[in-house]
């Protein structure tokens, strides 16, 4: 067993990174709902206008594109929760490797 100090502080600071970029996400997604909910309001009024037919396709493209950009950063969300697992069940694996290879120095 080598020692892996070096390897786990690297893995503990990857873990911290990964989760301020999902808290960041999180936060653009709740502002990306808020969003959602005004251009929804937007595109219901422009359909309840007496306006040519091309306002009311323009008010299905305005819904479909927050449905994509929502849908897209719930995925990056998603991706940095996996990564974030698999980096603390790495974690847990060195710290072990680590406490063994420095016990086995003080016998
Ligand atoms: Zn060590």
Redesign the pocket.
């Known amino acids: 067993m080598a ?3 070096t390897r ?1 502080s690297k893995c503990r600071s990857d873990i911290t990174k990964v989760s301020n970029a999902r808290t960041a996400l999180q936060a653009l997604s709740n502002n990306n709902g808020t969003l959602n909910t005004r251009l929804t309001e937007l595109g219901g009024r422009m359909q309840e206008m007496a306006t040519p037919d091309n306002i009311g396709s323009c008010a299905t493209s305005i819904n479909n594109m927050n449905k994509d950009s929502a849908s897209t950063i719930s995925a990056m969300i998603s991706q940095c929760t996996a990564r974030i697992s698999s980096l603390q069940s790495e974690l847990t694996n060195l710290e072990r490797e ?1 406490r063994e ?2 016990q086995g120095l003080k016998k």
Do not use: A, K, M
């Open positions: 020692c892996r100090c786990i680590d290879h420095h």
